[in-house]
């Protein structure tokens, strides 16, 4: 699977849009990106993920570039809730299955 | 339940004992994966079964790992001869059905296990 490059932290103020970046340079035409968080000790959850449209659900959107090298993952309104390590993961849709885990980002919403 | 279950939570055993780890997948969920977790790293990958077949172990850092899922359901992930360096939070994830497009993985709490 692609590697990703995520910065290591980043802040946002609440109610605020929070815009988290992520770089996959090497995504090849089958792999998706997907989005993860984990917040404190708890297990990741998943968000979102896609393949090269825009994708929008009930906890964000996905803004994947044209070329697929890089994507946004946006939260439209950040709640304390949402302070968390947001992991951007690339996967390929074939024969491997496990989520291959980054360092992510520490997004800290400040009231 | 309604969600992945792990037990026991936390575990403390001495080095050189063997532990036995559980994980109870989403009723139904074909798929079941193990991740392994250091502090402020992000999960490692173990190994992951579809129904009891194991398909993939690459994950496993040595032969004292193990795990199975003899009916396709519960899985046990065992560890023999622990050492300190086996102290970690053990992940388990389970998903609807492989795919093409897999749905997404559901985790469990993890068990926290410190190897003294």
């Known amino acids: 699977d692609a590697k990703t490059t995520q910065p290591t932290s980043m802040d946002c103020a609440e109610g605020r849009a929070a815009n988290l970046p992520c770089n996959h340079s090497?995504?090849?035409?089958?792999?998706?990106v997907y989005w993860y968080r984990q917040i404190h000790s708890q297990g990741p959850q998943y968000i979102i993920h896609?393949?090269?449209n825009n994708e929008t659900n009930e906890m964000a959107s996905l803004i994947i570039t044209e070329d697929r090298k890089s994507s946004t993952l946006i939260l439209p309104h950040a709640t304390l809730r949402d302070t968390a390590v947001y992991y951007c993961?690339?996967?390929?849709?074939?024969?491997?299955?496990?989520?291959?885990f980054g360092s992510g980002t520490q997004l800290t919403v400040l009231p | 339940g309604a969600g992945v279950s792990q037990s026991p939570r936390y575990k403390v055993t001495k080095r050189g004992q063997d532990v036995a780890l559980r994980c109870d997948p989403i009723s139904g969920h074909v798929s079941l994966y193990w991740y392994r977790q250091a502090l402020g790293q992000g999960p490692e990958f173990l190994t992951y079964?579809?129904?009891?077949?194991?398909?993939?172990k690459s994950g496993l850092p040595n032969d004292r790992f193990s795990a199975e899922r003899p009916e396709g359901s519960i899985s046990t992930l065992t560890i023999q001869r622990t050492e300190q360096r086996d102290s970690a939070m053990y992940r388990c994830?389970?998903?609807?059905?492989?795919?093409?497009?897999?749905?997404?993985?559901?985790f469990g709490p993890g068990t926290r296990l410190t190897v003294t």
């Open positions: 079964f579809n129904y009891e077949a194991q398909q993939d």
């Open positions: 994830a389970s998903s609807l059905k492989p795919g093409r497009e897999e749905n997404e993985q559901y």
């Open positions: 896609g393949l090269k």
């Open positions: 090497t995504i090849s035409g089958n792999e998706y």
């Open positions: 993961i690339v996967r390929g849709s074939g024969s491997a299955r496990q989520l291959t």
